[in-house]
């Protein structure tokens, strides 16, 4: 029987959907949905990409669809990007579930793009970075995004410990960890926006 890891590759190695936005357009990532501008999901406006995938499976979860890994859809990373740069207004990109670090390697990609246009990269994660430190020793996709990533949000939902005193968090185990100088400029831009509520 496959791992859960290994069934997780072979998912991801499926033949692409045909339709525009996945047409011969090299490497793929696979998502339940994206939101060209928010301001919900880290501060300033934030283009935000919804993974498939996720092994948390946390109760009360937000997005419950994204759960299974073979849901969603894929799309091309130059057409993901090519969306991205026409929101000028973005500060930079979100990376949310789903779990991101499923598909660590395109999204490292997508970040390194965001990166070199001057934006930033928020990461949310059910792990801890901790966890995420040691499965990055023999997954290289892993090791890759959390490299690329300026602020991580990490941590299961916990849905007894749900709040609403942090932004941008669903429950207060839940931590905002800048990885960057840039991830230390979002924390500020966040600290500023709780001396306004």
Known sequence: ????????????RRKP???????????EVRLASLVEESIVDGPGLRFVLFT??????????????????????????????????????????TFSGGEPFLQGGPLAKIAQAVHERGGD???????RLER???????????????AETDLLIDGPFIQERRSLETPFVGS??????????????????????????
Not at 180 to 193: C, N, V
């Open 132 to 146: 995420l430190q040691e499965l990055a020793k023999e997954d290289d996709g892993i090791s890759a995004l959390l």
């Open 1 to 12: 029987m496959l791992d859960y890891w290994e069934r997780r590759a072979k998912l991801l």
């Open 17 to 27: 959907d045909q339709n525009a936005e996945t047409a011969e357009l090299g490497e």
């Open 172 to 197: 207060s185990n839940q931590r905002l960890l800048a990885l960057s100088i840039k991830g230390e400029q979002a924390l500020e831009q966040i600290d500023q926006f709780n001396e306004f509520r």
């Open 121 to 127: 990269v928020i990461t949310y994660t059910g792990y």
């Open 52 to 93: 498939q995938g996720c092994p948390h499976r946390c109760p009360g979860c937000h997005n419950p669809h994204t759960h299974l890994l073979a849901g969603g859809r894929l799309y091309s990373l130059e057409w993901i990007l090519s969306l991205y740069d026409k929101q000028l207004a973005c500060q930079g990109i």
